[in-house]
């Protein structure tokens, strides 16, 4: 298993606020999936990044991918309560088993 | 946009009874996963499946669970003897292909064993 190191573990943060969560690893991925969970809910695919230094934006959510491709970051502008939820980043599938990272648990309060 | 589906969404049982949770897959794709989520913990693999036999399984997948694709649609996870532990949230997910690809989950269904 690949592990994928999310930071921070825990976030809590003021609506209004910005955030910055990350995604390493020491293995070379071809690309990297990012999902967010949310209480009682499955993981909902956000967004994935494919080519070393891409970013892609999906309205106040920006994601990088790191130009070696080991790791990835999740900046949020104007945090919503509506983000709150627990973010993910997965590798694409390897074989027989697909795995996510350690996480990051977001709550923005109102 | 093609999505797993999942029933029942919450069950609550009996310890020792037997519970089935069924997913539907998105249609073209091939290869089918059960995770489960004890409230507050990680997603944790329970098992992959392809071409109507388990992949791969992990060691939380003892011999009380069960899984098969009885009709070419639904993928069901059977727990034979539910215990107190057994509560979770059971997440099924499929993707297309062996690797490298996007693997898309259902909502899940919320077991409660009492």
């Known amino acids: 298993t690949q592990l994928l190191e999310q930071s921070p573990q825990f976030l809590s943060i003021q609506e209004g606020e910005n955030l910055t969560v990350y995604c390493n690893s020491s293995?070379?991925?071809?690309?990297l999936q990012w999902y967010r969970q949310e209480p009682g809910e499955g993981p909902v695919l956000l967004v994935t990044?494919?080519?070393?230094?891409e970013v892609k934006k999906l309205k106040r959510l920006t994601f990088q991918f790191g130009d070696a491709r080991k790791d990835s970051s999740l900046h949020i502008t104007a945090a919503q309560p509506g983000d709150t939820g627990l973010y993910l980043c997965?590798?694409?599938?390897?074989?027989?088993?697909?795995?996510f990272g350690t996480g990051t648990s977001l709550t923005v309060i109102p | 946009e093609p999505e797993v589906t999942q029933t029942p969404s919450h069950q609550v049982t009996q310890m020792g009874q037997e519970v089935i949770l069924r997913c539907v897959p998105i249609?073209?794709?091939?290869?089918f996963y059960w995770y489960r989520q004890i409230l507050g913990q990680k997603v944790e693999f329970l098992v992959s499946f392809y071409n109507n036999e388990i992949s791969e399984k992990s060691e939380i997948f003892d011999d009380q669970f069960s899984v098969e694709r009885p009709d070419g649609s639904n993928f069901t996870l059977k727990i034979r003897s539910t215990k107190l532990e057994d509560s979770a949230m059971y997440f099924c997910?499929?993707?297309?292909?062996?690797?490298?690809?996007?693997?898309?989950f259902g909502e899940g269904s919320w077991l409660t064993v009492v």
């Open positions: 997910a499929s993707t297309r292909a062996h690797s490298g690809n996007t693997i898309y």
């Open positions: 997965a590798p694409p599938n390897t074989g027989n088993q697909f795995y």
């Open positions: 990044v494919v080519t070393g230094g």
């Open positions: 293995s070379v991925f071809s690309s």
């Open positions: 249609s073209n794709h091939l290869y």
